[in-house]
Each structure stands twice: as C-alpha cells, then as structure tokens.
C-alpha cells in the first residue's frame, strides 16, 4: 500500500469507467456517442479481455492497490460474466460488482 510519511498505509484504487462490447469498433462508437458516458477516471473502450489485460497491466506496473469498474450506462448480465471470465482468467476475482439501480438493464 502506499502512504506519505507519518499517515497511515491506505490503499490507492483506480477508477476505470468501462465501455465494454463484443468487439473494439462497437465500444469506441458507443463511448463517442456518448451511450456511455465517461466520469472521473480513466476511461477504457474495447473487449472484456481487454479491460482484463488492462487490470493486468495497472497490478504488473504496480499503478494502484486495487481497481474500481465501473460503467456509467451500466452492463447485461452477459458483460459482467464475461468480464469476470477474462479477470479469472489472469488470476483475479471480482470482489463486486454493483449495477447502478437507476440504470436500467438487460440480461
């Protein structure tokens, strides 16, 4: 964890705002037009696979403690599967995932 000198160790998580689809040119197009609008943090446009390469990456690189997914016009019940499949696949587990109830969705 990092910390400045005389605090307490408190962990550094990174906010990812995630555009996740089937396909790299899908996500781009959607976060363009604004389907799914971007917040605070960083933003990410492609596949499930992908955004698990980019978890990846942000650990290897030591970048942040922990990262927070989160998809301002929400995820199917599809997408939080597969996301949750490529992380298993890296060695992660989700610890949760949280739909914003105002957010309607589809499985």
Not at 51 to 56: K, N
Not at 67 to 94: C, D, F, H, M, N
């Amino acid at each position: 964890m990092r910390h400045q000198r005389g605090r307490l160790p408190r962990p550094i998580l990174l906010a990812v705002n995630a555009c996740v689809e089937v396909d790299n040119t899908t996500a781009c197009r959607r976060m363009r037009n604004g389907t799914d609008a971007t917040g605070d943090g960083l933003s990410y446009a492609g596949t499930a696979r992908g955004l698990a390469g980019l978890v990846f990456d942000i650990h290897h690189l030591d970048l942040a403690d922990g990262v927070v997914l989160r998809s301002p016009a929400g995820w199917t019940a599809a997408t939080y599967a597969e996301i949750a499949k490529e992380l298993g696949k890296r060695g992660y587990q989700p610890l949760v995932m949280v739909a914003d109830p105002e957010m309607p969705w589809a499985s």
